[in-house]
């Protein structure tokens, strides 16, 4: 039996072993919630909005210069991701939701 078989054959139990299991993403590791509420703390606050326009007027001004508009989307993107990233991050690691009924 070679491996791509061996990896087909154990992928399906493991799946359902592992479907059968509530989420629990984002649990423990309370030693480091100081330094995650101060840089969540920073990147929300003034910091933050002082970054987001940063990189906005900087894919602007690029873009200007360059006379393309792919500086300028690039500029937004990355402020976009700055201004919504963190509260879609949050979002991810405090979700959890349990299976209740096996597959």
Same mark, same amino acid.
């Given at each position: 039996?070679?491996?791509?078989?061996? =990896?087909?054959?154990?992928?399906?139990?493991? &799946?359902?072993?592992?479907?059968?299991?509530?989420? @629990?993403?984002?649990?423990?590791?309370?030693?480091?919630?100081?330094?995650?509420?101060? &840089?969540?703390?920073?990147?929300?606050?003034?910091?933050?909005?002082?970054?987001?326009?940063?990189?906005? @007027? =900087?894919?602007?001004?690029?873009? =200007?210069?360059?006379?393309?508009?792919?500086?300028?989307?690039?500029? @937004?993107?990355?402020?976009?991701?700055?201004?919504?990233?963190?509260? =879609?991050?949050?979002?991810?690691?405090?979700?959890?939701?349990?299976?209740?009924?096996? &597959?």
């Amino acid at each position: 039996m070679n491996l791509k078989n061996l =990896v087909k054959k154990a992928a399906l139990p493991a &799946i359902v072993a592992g479907a059968s299991l509530p989420a @629990l993403a984002g649990t423990g590791g309370t030693e480091f919630n100081t330094v995650y509420d101060q &840089i969540s703390g920073w990147t929300e606050g003034t910091l933050g909005k002082t970054i987001t326009v940063a990189a906005l @007027l =900087v894919g602007l001004g690029i873009g =200007v210069i360059k006379q393309s508009v792919i500086a300028a989307v690039v500029g @937004l993107a990355m402020a976009m991701v700055a201004a919504f990233g963190p509260g =879609v991050i949050e979002g991810v690691f405090t979700a959890s939701m349990p299976i209740t009924q096996s &597959i």
